[in-house]
């Protein structure tokens, strides 16, 4: 298991091993990782919220318009495809470039590296795309890349995490979920199954991810402000991997026997809690409550059987509300700087019905 | 240079030192142990004895040969992926029985001990470097293996390796993974200590050239090491695989070999080579063990606990730095 | 002091060198001068402080006393490029230049010929190479890299780069050990056009064929004091040899200075036949044969190839020819267990590197080779180990505190005690033993040549490499003594003395020893005696 995994980095003759391990591995969990089986049949796309705040259109960024049937698009993926999540998302940009009927889609995948990624994208270019689709690897550290898009008026739509940098300007448009509305969401079905009462151990998601800080400051301020008999006991990471949150729990409801609930920020680590909890001898869904965000299939069927409680999704198919963006931006039309969109949420009373869109 | 002395500075039995060099790992786990019972809140319960050993178990088993690799100088940096590999074997072949899978799981990690020990003794690959490369490529091939898919494992034998017990149902239950994981302990123990075969790991850890102009067989004898190494992290993956139901290529194992590689230096066992410390090792990979629970119980923040787990292991290597330097 | 060849003052010069390392002095009070155009023989055995001198003339190390003069003016190198620059190069055995890299480049590396623009002129470097080598007869493509030529090749590119830096001396570290007959002769060709520029050579080789062809002078080091100055014409090979092995040839019957006792000799037939042993620039042709209960010592200089050919029969070296065979049936080449299983076991002269495992206890030593067969199904058994080790440890007298003590703390005497008891644990027929008795006391000393002579009487065949001249002398009944790996000759009977070994060992062969086959009287008629007809095979 990995319960041990960061404790060697500093120790003498072990950190260089350390330093290796890491390096080679790239520290792959940096996103919303999901586990279960490949994009499913039944594609839902995504919808964007109702549009508000700063737009950006061809003026202000600059470039020509363009009919997207005859361009060259490229997609820079920024982590290894060995999650649903990150598979969903690419399949969805590949489906919609072949559905509108692109003159041609290059893919590249990062590979969790952010050099490769400035390499990509700067290979793409040279290779005449005239629209990129991003999904950032880091909020930062892709200027270099950008501004090379930019010298050339090559549009930039980025998905799934935000840049740092200033929209219409580096970039046209952000296209992703809100983190924060997710964990908000979270605590909302939380203090809704448990009727507000009860102890909650939280399985954060990796260290030092922003997507990690905002399910929890969402979740944590919720259940501040609306669950006032519903206490937070403990918050450790389990660094959004199966094992790892199944060790973490067995741990906790060992010295924590009053833990009713818990909230874990990807499917992967509510399923391995729901093994702990099965190894602890008790019923998950009903002596424990588990709640998590992702949509995958697996923890979807979960609730389905009733042994899961709830599902904030977070939508990764990116690909047709991508493309229409991008196809508005190319005839004129003002876009939203940032399109948040619509993720949905699967409870007992959805499961059985939606599981089949879950991904 | 007509005489020569070899001098050479032993730890006083009696010293501080000494007696950490000799025992530090035991007494860490006893002070730790000793720490929860009074702070930690139903930590001397049997449960929770369970829930260790169990948790230990994979680190432990990757340890184990982890220290025979160590021993003869060298290193195992692929155990992970060779945990990766055989966890997307098993539900492959699942269908046959957990026998047969477990059987063929353990096959493929042995391939892979072969092609790292063949590097090592027969090419001159340097160990860090050969099992480098299949760090890389066997968790690749284990996607492939696994077209990239986390699959759930429902097969009943599977489920009771990683959560049945014997005497099952009693108090003084004792899981399965734990009862293999023992077995191996004492295999593995008496392979260094009481067969030809790890006397001779031993010597050719002390001094490959000494043990070559011995007659010894230090071509096979490494490729032997490197294959049971792989064979044990492919054990510790079909119960990592059993303890999730699910077999998860792309993280099951991830980082495991710098807890297995802490866990045997802490242990005692020297990187240098030439001693194997299977009793240490065991001891080092529980200590490893205890120091998560105890920060994991007390939700001590993650940004802390990692520098605690830093200082408590940085500690552990120095004392044991003066003793392998002793020798 | 010779009188100088001319007056001007020494191209390179050392006065009154001194240098110490932890206590131990590896060059003692050192002149040595060296002379523009001439050839100077740097000459001294293992230990007599060669290389450390050669260190000094070139910045590796600095002088504890003493001073190093360059045309007369006193200089300070602090880094071998020092010395470089200055003038003064250094060739060694392995070519230390850039195998990657093409021969130009490795010529002109860090003062590549620059265009206008600071790029670097290929073309000009490639022709600047190419004269360059032209000069010295060397027709090699300058474009192609450099470890894609021969050694020989390689080495003459690394002379032609020196001489290229302005170098005013040029110091060569065996510099044949690795080259063919012809690429020795394009060598000395290259150093005959050095030295008609002005530039002087100091040649170190342990060959003195060469050393007597190349060189005028020669400067004989012996335990870090000079012992001999003087032009190579009046210093016969003889006296050379006694000079670097300290040992004149009026000194050379006193006996018993060792404890070696009465010659062990049978009628027995040979248990170990050895026939043209071979391996390209080490050993050549070589022929042993020996008979249960002899010891034969194998004679030489440093490099002649003694270390070699017991590590060609005890198969730690691959052979491009030749067989051994014991008691009649061929030992597989290059196997040590086949070696081992046929009954041939080696000490190695290393024994720290090659012999004890140090952190293992004296038990484990001992049974190291024995192990397999002292354990059941693989199980080792420690009731058979403890039988084994505690007569070994009884009857070599090793001291240790117990059989669980670590080897690496007992004294280099009861090591090397132990490295003999895990031979003897396997029953060998023959034992080779390089430099038994070297790093140990005076005390253990005597003991293990006691225990030569023991085991010798009880039947083993044993091989006897030494450095000390009494050691082979009184320790063997007859003395094989190699050069340049080849046999030179074979010492028997009344011919095993000092004298005789020093006049081979120097390769003056006809005076001391007629015809090594008529002396050779212990060896059957169909064995393979004919020690001096290999050498008519070498091309």
Redesign the interface.
């Known amino acids: 298991?990995?319960?041990?995994?960061?404790?060697?980095?500093?120790?003498?003759?072990?950190a260089i091993?350390?330093a290796?391990?890491?390096a080679?591995?790239g520290c792959?969990?940096t996103g919303t990782s999901g586990?279960?089986?490949?994009g499913g049949s039944t594609d839902t796309a995504q919808t964007a919220q109702a549009a508000s705040g700063p737009t950006c259109d061809l003026a202000t960024y600059g470039g020509e318009k363009l009919d997207l049937k005859n361009a060259v698009v490229g997609f820079s993926q920024s982590e290894k495809?060995?999650?649903?999540f990150r598979?969903a998302e690419t399949q969805s940009i590949k489906d919609e470039a072949a559905k509108i009927g692109v003159k041609k889609l290059i893919t590249t995948n990062a590979q969790s590296t952010l050099s490769k990624q400035i390499s990509d994208i700067q290979d793409m270019i040279s290779q005449g795309a005239q629209a990129l689709i991003v999904a950032p690897l880091n909020s930062d550290g892709l200027e270099p890349a950008l501004s090379a898009a930019k010298a050339k008026k090559i549009p930039v739509i980025t998905i799934d995490r935000k840049l740092s940098s200033g929209a219409c300007d580096t970039y046209v448009s952000f296209l992703g979920s809100n983190f924060v509305e997710q964990g908000k969401r979270a605590a909302d079905q939380l203090i809704k199954g448990t009727s507000g009462k009860g102890n909650i151990a939280i399985l954060?998601g990796s260290?030092g991810n922003g997507v990690t800080t905002d399910r929890t400051k969402g979740f944590v301020d919720e259940i501040a402000a609306k669950g006032p008999d519903l206490k937070i006991?403990?918050?450790?990471?389990g660094d959004f991997?199966?094992?790892k949150g199944?060790?973490?729990t067995?741990?906790?409801l060992?010295?924590?026997?009053d833990i009713s609930v818990i909230y874990a920020e990807n499917d992967e680590m509510g399923?391995?809690a729901q093994?702990a909890i099965?190894?602890?001898g008790k019923t998950p869904g009903k002596d424990i409550q588990i709640y998590s965000i992702d949509g995958t299939k697996?923890a979807v069927e979960q609730i389905v059987a009733g042994a899961y409680n709830g599902v904030i999704e977070s939508n990764p198919r990116f690909g047709p509300l991508a493309f229409k963006t991008l196809q508005s931006f190319e005839s004129g039309d003002k876009v939203g700087q940032d399109i948040i969109i619509e993720d949905s949420e699967y409870d007992p009373s959805n499961a059985k019905d939606k599981v089949d869109s879950a991904f | 240079m007509s005489q020569a002395t070899v001098t050479i500075t032993l730890p006083r039995r009696g010293t501080a030192l000494g007696i950490m060099q000799r025992y530090g790992v035991y007494i860490a786990i006893a002070a730790l142990l000793i720490y929860n019972l009074i702070f930690t809140p139903n930590f001397f319960e049997l449960d929770n004895f369970r829930t260790q050993f169990v948790q230990v178990v994979p680190v432990m088993i990757v340890a184990l040969g982890m220290a025979l690799v160590i021993g003869t100088e060298g290193i195992d940096l692929s155990v992970g992926a060779v945990m990766a590999l055989a966890a997307a074997v098993i539900p492959l072949y699942i269908g046959y029985g957990l026998i047969p899978a477990a059987i063929l799981a353990i096959v493929v990690g042995a391939v892979v001990g072969v092609i790292n020990g063949s590097m090592v003794a027969f090419i001159g690959v340097q160990p860090i470097v050969a099992t480098l490369s299949l760090m890389v490529a066997g968790r690749g091939i284990a996607l492939l293996i696994a077209n990239e898919q986390l699959r759930s494992v429902t097969d009943p034998g599977v489920l009771s390796l990683g959560r049945g017990s014997l005497f099952e149902g009693e108090a003084f239950r004792i899981p399965y993974a734990v009862i293999v994981a023992a077995v191996l302990v004492v295999i593995v123990a008496l392979l260094v200590n009481r067969t030809t075969f790890g006397k001779q790991l031993i010597a050719i850890g002390g001094s490959r050239r000494a043990a070559e102009l011995a007659g010894l067989p230090v071509k096979r004898i490494l490729l032997l090491t490197y294959v049971l190494c792989a064979a044990l992290a492919a054990i510790a993956g079909i119960i990592g695989t059993a303890r999730l139901g699910a077999s998860v290529p792309s993280t099951l194992g991830n980082l495991i070999e710098l807890s297995a590689i802490t866990a045997v230096v802490v242990g005692g066992t020297p990187l240098t080579g030439g001693q194997v410390k299977v009793g240490g090792t065991v001891a080092g990979a529980l200590l490893l063990q205890f120091i998560t629970a105890t920060l994991v119980k007390h939700d001590v923040p993650d940004a802390y606990s990692q520098i605690t787990q830093a200082v408590i292991i940085l500690l552990a290597v120095y004392i044991q730095r003066g003793r392998a330097a002793v020798r | 002091m010779e009188s100088p060849l001319t007056d001007d003052p020494p191209v390179l010069e050392a006065r009154g060198v001194t240098k110490r390392f932890a206590g131990v002095t590896a060059l003692d009070n050192v002149n040595f001068e060296l002379r523009a155009g001439e050839s100077l023989a740097l000459m001294g055995e293992n230990g007599a402080g060669k290389s450390t001198l050669i260190k000094v003339l070139t910045g590796v190390y600095q002088p504890d006393e003493g001073e190093i003069r360059l045309g007369g003016a006193v200089v300070t190198f602090a880094r071998p490029l020092d010395a470089q620059k200055a003038g003064v190069s250094t060739i060694y055995q392995e070519v230390n230049l850039v195998p990657l890299m093409s021969v130009a480049q490795n010529i002109y590396i860090g003062r590549e010929p620059r265009t206008r623009l600071g790029l670097i002129d290929f073309k000009r470097m490639y022709a600047d190479a190419r004269a360059l080598l032209d000069t010295y007869g060397i027709d090699v493509d300058v474009r192609r890299p450099l470890r894609s030529l021969a050694l020989g090749v390689q080495q003459m590119v690394a002379l032609a780069r020196a001489v290229s830096i302005n170098a005013k001396v040029v110091i060569m570290d065996e510099p044949t050990s690795s080259l063919e007959a012809r690429e020795v002769e394009t060598l000395f060709s290259v150093i005959g056009l050095l030295r008609q520029q002005g530039i002087a050579i100091v040649y170190v080789s342990h060959r003195m064929d060469e050393i007597y062809r190349v060189c005028d002078r020669a400067t004989v080091l012996r335990d870090g004091k000079v012992v001999h100055v003087g032009a190579l014409d009046a210093l016969p090979r003889m006296e050379l040899v006694s000079l670097m092995l300290g040992r004149t040839i009026e000194s050379s019957d006193r006996g018993g200075v060792t404890a070696f006792g009465s010659d062990n000799t049978s009628d027995a037939p040979p248990v170990l036949v050895a026939e043209d042993l071979s391996r390209r620039h080490q050993i050549d042709g070589i022929d042993i044969t020996i008979k249960p209960g002899e010891v034969v010592g194998l004679g030489g200089l440093l490099g002649s190839g003694r270390s070699e050919t017991l590590k060609a029969m005890a198969g730690v070296m691959q052979l491009d020819r030749g067989s051994v065979q014991i008691d009649g049936k061929t030992v597989r080449s290059g196997s040590v267990p086949a070696a081992i299983r046929a009954g041939i076991v080696m000490l190695p002269e290393d024994r720290k590197a090659e012999g004890i495992v140090p952190g293992l206890s004296v038990r484990d030593n001992i049974v190291l080779a024995a192990l397999p067969r002292l354990s059941k199904a693989g199980f080792s058994s420690r009731r058979n180990q403890d039988a084994v080790v505690d007569v070994f440890m009884k009857r070599l007298h090793i001291k240790a505190s117990g059989p669980d003590q670590i080897v690496s703390e007992l004294s280099g005497g009861n090591q090397q005690k132990v490295m003999i008891a895990r031979w003897l644990a396997m029953s060998p027929k023959v034992l080779l033993l390089d430099e038994p008795t070297r790093g140990i006391d005076v005390g253990a000393k005597a003991e293990v040549q006691a225990l030569i002579d023991e085991l010798a009487g009880e039947g083993l065949a044993i091989v006897l490499v030494s450095s000390e001249v009494e050691e082979v002398v009184e320790g063997s009944g007859r003395v094989i003594v190699l050069r340049d790996g080849e046999v030179e000759t074979v010492l028997t009977g009344a011919q095993v003395d000092e004298e005789h070994l020093l006049a081979a060992l120097a390769g003056d062969a006809g005076e001391a020893a007629e015809d090594p086959r008529t002396h050779d009287a212990q060896t059957d008629a169909d064995a393979p005696t004919s020690v001096t007809d290999s050498r008519g095979e070498r091309a």
């Open positions: 298991m990995n319960t041990n995994r960061k404790v060697q980095s500093v120790t003498g003759a072990v091993f350390a290796l391990g890491l080679l591995t792959t969990n586990s279960g089986s490949t495809e060995d999650n649903p598979i954060l260290s006991v403990a918050q450790q990471t991997a199966r094992d199944q060790s973490v067995e741990q906790l060992q010295s924590n026997p399923l391995g093994a099965i190894a602890a697996n």
